[in-house]
């Protein structure tokens, strides 16, 4: 099915199914620890443990491998190095290689994996294994590497065509001429991802055919780069990922796990299990990288921005791509004359790559600061300040125009809500007892991503319907809303619907992240339940433009029949795919939001506790509330991480990140959070795709920080642009409490 004009009433709208809460199908298998996750799978006979040896270097060069300390270790089945392996390509969303050798390009890249009868075996073996390097200057300083860091393009995307300096009207000439001016710097560290469970995988080989069960969101591409990385064919590599314990991106690409465990097991001639220890996790894999960002702001002093620039810089390895901080600047607040750039500095850090809300999350911890002490230099409110400077076009073409922006109703309904009226504009003046108290508010931005999805559908003669598609569930509910679509489609109650996912054997869906996954994937059901919807109306001999799916019953006019009939000769069938025509370059679709945050800071110690939050979102329609509540209120926790206490500490001696545990890498916590409301504007997008929804989860997330940062900047006066936020940058800035 091709998705090329906007859609009109279709059987979604009934919303009988879809838009109401529902609870999670998968919810009972979790709580009660059935859901088999990757490291968990049973039926497996003689499986083996795999443990990785990382490299203790961060750039330089192996020069001896001796594992015969580790090889006459007790359990020990195999031991692989490079030397071992072969040649290995590079999978296309790999920066670096999975597997180190002679070369080394970042600190505990894989070197070599142990294999033996049990995890501690592996583990202790592991340890015995002697490397000799050949250690190299390395690039681990970002600022200092931003000195002479090129300017690059794409700041729509890594792979964009845009150039390296976006630019509208005259920006340099509009910003001299403006008679209120804000130019400032803000800075984002390095985050890691910090989900619960670790990057696991077991693989097993029958002849030449690999089977992979992996913690991974991305089925398809996964599948692509894991052929490309052992030198395979493609139909030969069978990934299956059913549940995933949280990604947040981390998990969008094949990891060291899946290739050293696939190694293991070849070189063992049996199963073998990999799970990375939680310091791989923060220096193996992929993290958000740091960024060192400029705003400039000229305005009238009515309020109306007359010149806008956003520069941010941020490093990666060689042939990584930048932090694009910059995007939503692009097309979030009106502006006659803009100016956007990005400079990409080599680090020969870990690799940096996507994480929860790429881009717009570390950019609005920035641009949303900015706009508010833009707004104080105006003296006028934060929120009227934004809502002035609202826009209907996108800024850079206005000859496009949104599909939907409800951004200002989003502004007013959530100040009317919070109590916005009762905020003083001036800083460190409400007091509760020892707290000083504040509010603060933020703008939310995120791009809708449409994107080819494609789903199976069966019809049984018992009436029940199966889905069967690669998306992944990463803890966002994908069963439950495909569940609550197929249900829509055909009639029956998400209870009667079978969904399996996460299996490469089933149609290549959009999979998980970047707000992307739902949207798509449960348009590509709705594609398939059309295809099986006329298979149906045909058995039953009705014209098919217009029958009627309800209840269990299709009806046609006058007369109906039971779905069941429909497939008691047998079992029926539909595949088919959601694939998108231009509507996506002559609309802008994008989804907007509010979050409005109170803090209170005691005015003797120093220490910050939220209060409230709120987040007002408009994101096209909601499939399923109660899910979609749970995915903005995790984002907004998130949020509270990254403004607060997130910070990816990095050696500059020896380039690696020094807390790289849940110990050290402070998280919130429930206690940290107090109750969070959520509101859903009523929307349908029908430039969007078929089921009019687009996403919410990384939405929650984008202006959490900053709301945060503006909230503190109310109840104390001091104003921090370098996250995290922690007590040692304002205490001294604190009103004197005698």
């Known amino acids: 099915?091709?998705?090329?004009?906007?859609?009109?009433?279709?059987?979604?709208?009934?919303?009988?199914?879809?838009?109401?809460?529902?609870?999670?199908?998968?919810?009972?298998?979790?709580?009660?620890?059935?859901?088999?996750?990757?490291?968990?799978?049973?039926?497996?006979?003689?499986?083996?443990?795999?443990?990785?040896?990382?490299?203790?270097?961060?750039?330089?060069?192996?020069?001896?491998?001796?594992?015969?300390?580790?090889?006459?270790?007790?359990?020990?089945?195999?031991?692989?190095?490079?030397?071992?392996?072969?040649?290995?390509?590079?999978?296309?969303?790999?920066?670096?290689?999975?597997?180190?050798?002679?070369?080394?390009?970042?600190?505990?890249?894989?070197?070599?994996?142990?294999?033996?009868?049990?995890?501690?075996?592996?583990?202790?073996?592991?340890?015995?294994?002697?490397?000799?390097?050949?250690?190299?200057?390395?690039?681990?300083?970002?600022?200092?590497?931003?000195?002479?860091?090129?300017?690059?393009?794409?700041?729509?995307?890594?792979?964009?065509?845009?150039?390296?300096?976006?630019?509208?009207?005259?920006?340099?000439?509009?910003?001299?001429?403006?008679?209120?001016?804000?130019?400032?710097?803000?800075?984002?560290?390095?985050?890691?991802?910090?989900?619960?469970?670790?990057?696991a995988s077991i693989a097993a080989w029958k002849g030449d055919e690999l089977t992979l069960w992996t913690s991974n969101q991305m089925i398809a591409w996964s599948k692509r780069d894991i052929a490309l990385t052992l030198n395979m064919p493609l139909e030969k590599v069978r990934l299956i990922s059913p549940y995933v314990g949280g990604g947040f991106g981390g998990k969008l690409f094949v990891r060291a796990d899946a290739i050293m465990a696939a190694l293991g097991a070849k070189a063992a001639k049996r199963p073998v299990k990999v799970a990375l220890p939680r310091p791989f996790i923060t220096n193996n894999t992929t993290h958000r990288p740091a960024t060192h960002q400029r705003i400039r702001l000229g305005a009238n002093t009515d309020g109306t921005i007359t010149a806008i620039a956003h520069e941010s810089g941020s490093g990666d390895l060689p042939d990584g791509g930048p932090e694009t901080a910059v995007q939503q600047t692009k097309l979030l607040y009106a502006g006659a004359n803009r100016m956007t750039a990005m400079r990409l500095a080599v680090l020969d850090l870990p690799e940096g790559n996507a994480m929860r809300a790429p881009g717009e999350a570390p950019g609005m911890m920035a641009l949303e600061i900015a706009m508010d002490e833009m707004a104080e230099k105006l003296g006028m409110d934060p929120v009227e300040f934004r809502i002035r400077n609202d826009t209907q076009v996108d800024p850079e073409k206005p000859q496009r125009q949104f599909s939907q922006r409800q951004l200002v109703r989003c502004l007013q309904e959530g100040a009317t809500r919070f109590g916005w009226s009762k905020r003083n504009a001036k800083p460190a003046q409400v007091r509760d007892g020892q707290w000083l108290v504040g509010m603060g508010v933020a703008a939310a931005f995120r791009n809708h991503i449409s994107t080819k999805s494609a789903a199976r559908v069966r019809l049984g003669r018992d009436e029940t319907v199966t889905i069967e598609t690669d998306m992944t569930d990463i803890g966002t509910g994908s069963y439950t809303i495909i569940a609550q679509t197929a249900g829509e489609m055909l009639g029956v109650p998400a209870e009667a619907v079978v969904v399996k996912l996460g299996d490469s054997a089933f149609p290549a869906s959009a999979g998980s992240g970047g707000q992307w996954g739902a949207a798509n994937a449960t348009a590509g059901v709705y594609a398939a339940c059309v295809k099986l919807r006329e298979q149906v109306a045909q058995r039953l001999g009705f014209n098919s433009a217009d029958v009627v799916f309800d209840a269990g019953q299709v009806t046609s006019g006058n007369r109906s029949a039971a779905l069941r009939e429909a497939a008691a000769a047998g079992e029926l069938v539909a595949e088919d795919h959601?694939?998108?025509?231009?509507?996506?370059?002559?609309?802008?679709?994008?989804?907007?939001?509010?979050?409005?945050?109170?803090?209170?800071?005691?005015?003797?110690?120093?220490?910050?506790?939220?209060?409230?939050?709120?987040?007002?979102?408009?994101?096209?329609?909601?499939?399923?509330?109660?899910?979609?509540?749970?995915?903005?209120?995790?984002?907004?926790?998130?949020?509270?991480?990254?403004?607060?206490?997130?910070?990816?500490?990095?050696?500059?001696?020896?380039?690696?990140?020094?807390?790289?545990?849940?110990?050290?890498?402070?998280?919130?916590?429930?206690?940290?959070?107090?109750?969070?409301?959520?509101?859903?504007?009523?929307?349908?997008?029908?430039?969007?795709?078929?089921?009019?929804?687009?996403?919410?989860?990384?939405?929650?997330?984008?202006?959490?920080g900053a709301a945060v940062a503006n909230a503190l900047y109310n109840a104390t006066g001091a104003r921090v642009r370098d996250y995290p936020i922690t007590l040692d940058k304002y205490l001294d800035k604190l009103p004197d409490v005698a």
């Not at 679709?589 to 939220?610: D, K, P, Q, W």
């Not at 399923?624 to 998130?638: E, F, L, Y």
């Open 578 to 704: 959601i694939e998108f025509g231009k509507l996506g370059e002559e609309w802008q679709l994008s989804t907007f939001g509010a979050h409005f945050v109170e803090v209170g800071v005691n005015a003797y110690t120093g220490v910050s506790r939220i209060r409230r939050m709120l987040a007002v979102c408009a994101a096209g329609r909601i499939l399923n509330p109660k899910a979609a509540r749970s995915q903005v209120i995790g984002a907004m926790t998130m949020g509270v991480g990254s403004a607060l206490m997130e910070e990816l500490a990095v050696d500059k001696r020896f380039g690696f990140f020094v807390n790289h545990d849940l110990a050290s890498y402070e998280v919130p916590v429930h206690a940290d959070i107090p109750h969070q409301e959520v509101v859903f504007l009523d929307e349908a997008d029908d430039k969007a795709n078929p089921m009019k929804a687009k996403g919410v989860g990384e939405l929650g997330m984008c202006g959490v």
């Open 1 to 199: 099915m091709k998705f090329e004009t906007a859609e009109g009433t279709n059987p979604i709208d009934r919303m009988k199914v879809i838009g109401r809460a529902h609870d999670r199908v998968d919810g009972p298998l979790k709580t009660s620890g059935l859901a088999p996750y990757a490291y968990e799978q049973k039926g497996l006979e003689n499986v083996a443990y795999g443990y990785i040896v990382g490299s203790s270097v961060a750039k330089g060069r192996i020069t001896r491998i001796d594992t015969a300390a580790a090889k006459a270790a007790p359990g020990v089945i195999a031991i692989v190095t490079a030397a071992d392996a072969g040649k290995l390509g590079k999978g296309k969303n790999n920066t670096a290689k999975l597997l180190a050798g002679p070369e080394v390009e970042h600190y505990h890249q894989a070197v070599a994996v142990v294999v033996a009868e049990t995890f501690e075996q592996a583990r202790a073996a592991a340890s015995l294994v002697r490397v000799d390097y050949a250690r190299v200057k390395g690039r681990f300083d970002l600022a200092e590497e931003l000195k002479t860091a090129p300017l690059v393009g794409g700041s729509g995307g890594p792979n964009s065509s845009a150039p390296p300096i976006d630019r509208v009207g005259k920006f340099e000439e509009a910003f001299a001429a403006a008679p209120v001016k804000l130019d400032a710097a803000y800075h984002t560290p390095d985050h890691t991802h910090a989900m619960m469970e670790p990057h």
